[in-house]
């Protein structure tokens, strides 16, 4: 069993950037693709990036250039780095631990990102 727990969340201003973690219960290991996901008001939730164990990353084509996807397996921790953001990317951001053998699915609660001026 996995818990995640996302933080950094925040309002920041367009062209701004934002920095979220999620931390992992027990330890991320070769078993585990991580990712985040994100949902906007009205709107249904959507892949924003992933990368598995070996660190082979995939965005969306939203995000590209400008988010980055990284893991620190020893501290447990996921990161996505956020820089030069644009209002379209307020949402509620979600981690996600993907068990690639069992194919079961772990959440966070999410953390609110909001971008305006």
């Known amino acids: 069993q996995v818990q995640l727990v996302e933080s950094g969340g925040g309002l920041v201003q367009p062209g701004g950037s934002l920095r979220l973690s999620c931390a992992a219960s027990g330890s991320i290991n070769i078993f585990y693709t991580m990712g985040w996901y994100r949902q906007a008001p009205g709107k249904q939730r959507e892949l924003v990036a992933t990368?598995?164990?070996?660190?082979?990353?995939n965005y969306a084509d939203s995000v590209t250039g400008r988010f980055t996807i990284s893991r620190d397996n020893a501290k447990n921790t996921l990161y996505l780095q956020m820089n030069s953001l644009k209002p379209e990317d307020t949402a509620v951001y979600y981690c996600?631990?993907?068990?690639?053998?069992?194919?079961?699915?772990?959440w966070g609660q999410g953390t609110q990102v909001a971008v305006s001026s």
């Open positions: 996600n631990a993907h068990h690639i053998i069992r194919d079961y699915n772990y």
């Open positions: 990368i598995t164990s070996t660190r082979i990353t």
